[in-house]
């Protein structure tokens, strides 16, 4: 994988470039960076191109200019695809990036071969009474980083991951996260409830992990009845981060997905 550096932004990208093959964007979770898919990567890049890049404010991605925030992913992740010449792309966003890849979604839908969501909620319907929830557990987190980077990343990693292997790794890309780039997340609430959900041309799989928090489990319940047409997965063994938690099953159901459209795991 070669790093990049887009043009006029803060995004550091990853490629292998490779020809002939389908392509696969990896958007990772809040408070780590791309490394988090380093086993999806050495698994699939002799099959498929790979994307994968730093959200702003996370990993490399930190030479942020006056204005720019979560917001303009979106656009960022356009101005990629058009740099890479690619018109049509799998999706795969985990947390964070489950909710960064809808909003792509939404704004870009000619561009999704296929869209994968993990660990996070429907962006286009999202419950006024989980939303505040959420929003409450995000702010105690927060406050928890203001002290301390350790404290946070010690008790982010219970959270987002329920291997001890997975948590360790967490931790190890948790502790680089800056206070500083928690600025950039704040506007991240304008991307939830503003689209109006359209029918999707492209097959969507949702899911989290058996040990996620119980309101993330109430998420893909909810979602599945606002698109029944969508394929779910709740991965044995797995918390937050499903992707690290079990990713010999992870890469085995997005290889079906990809192959046959839908999940029947």
Not at 165 to 175: G, L, R, T
Not at 199 to 219: F, S, T, V
Request: charge should be positive; proline fraction near 3%; hydrophobic fraction near 40%.
């Amino acid at each position: 994988m070669k790093q990049y550096h887009l043009d006029k932004s803060p995004i550091v990208y990853y490629t292998n470039r490779k020809k002939k093959a389908e392509w696969i964007l990896f958007i990772h979770a809040a408070f780590v960076n791309h490394n988090m898919f380093q086993t999806q990567i050495d698994y699939f890049q002799d099959k498929y191109n790979i994307l994968t890049l730093d959200i702003i404010g996370h990993g490399k991605s930190t030479k942020a200019r006056k204005g720019d925030s979560i917001v303009k992913m979106s656009v960022w992740i356009s101005e990629i695809l058009k740099t890479e010449k690619i018109e049509k792309i799998h999706i795969v966003g985990i947390s964070l990036g489950a909710i960064l890849a809808q909003d792509f979604a939404n704004r870009y839908p000619e561009a999704v071969q296929s869209l994968a969501c993990f660990g996070g909620y429907d962006i286009n319907n999202f419950n006024v009474k989980m939303q505040r929830q959420n929003g409450a557990s995000q702010m105690l987190m927060m406050l928890k980083a203001i002290f301390s980077v350790k404290w946070f990343a010690k008790s982010n990693k219970k959270i987002s991951a329920y291997t001890l292997q997975a948590q360790k790794d967490f931790y190890e890309m948790n502790i680089q996260f800056p206070k500083k780039s928690f600025m950039y997340l704040a506007s991240m609430n304008s991307m939830i409830n503003v689209w109006q959900a359209k029918p999707r041309k492209y097959p969507l799989l949702i899911g989290c992990g058996k040990y996620d928090i119980p309101m993330e489990i109430l998420a893909v319940e909810m979602w599945k009845k606002n698109e029944p047409e969508c394929s779910v997965i709740i991965f044995e063994g797995a918390g937050h981060c499903v992707n690290m938690d079990t990713p010999d099953k992870f890469n085995a159901a997005m290889e079906e997905f990809w192959f046959s459209g839908n999940c029947k795991c």
